[in-house]
């Protein structure tokens, strides 16, 4: 129902920078809330930042150093990451909160993920 097209992951040195973006397409029609997450190995996937109505939040961890915006036109999702630290390395995930033409309710969906690697 809801197909994802991310990019911008790779690999950077610490104390680079890295921009994510995230188109979301198909049978969509709203979306409430768009962001990332993340999983880094052997730990549990988690929230870096989300926008909704104008309003974000971030993790505690990246704050001041990632920023998130939308293009509500495009159905797209940026992730500005500067000072990027070797603990950011994970797997990012994209993630809508939409109702699709095929179910009305609010649902969450996700991307298939970019490798981001912070080393150097």
């Known amino acids: 129902q809801v197909e994802f097209v991310e990019s911008g992951g790779g690999l950077v040195q610490p104390g680079g920078s890295l921009r994510l973006s995230c188109v979301a397409s198909?049978?969509?029609?709203?979306?409430?809330?768009m962001g990332w997450y993340r999983q880094a190995p052997g730990k549990q996937r988690e929230l870096v930042a989300i926008?909704?109505?104008?309003?974000?939040h971030y993790a505690d961890s990246v704050k001041g150093r990632i920023t998130i915006s939308r293009d509500n036109a495009k159905n797209t999702v940026y992730l500005q990451m500067n000072s990027l630290k070797p603990e950011d390395t994970a797997v990012y995930y994209c993630?809508?909160?939409?109702?699709?033409?095929?179910?009305?309710?609010?649902?969450?969906?996700w991307g298939q993920g970019t490798q981001v690697t912070v080393s150097s």
């Open positions: 926008i909704s109505g104008g309003i974000t």
């Open positions: 198909g049978r969509i029609m709203s979306i409430w809330a």
């Open positions: 993630y809508v909160n939409a109702r699709t033409v095929v179910d009305d309710a609010l649902k969450n969906y």
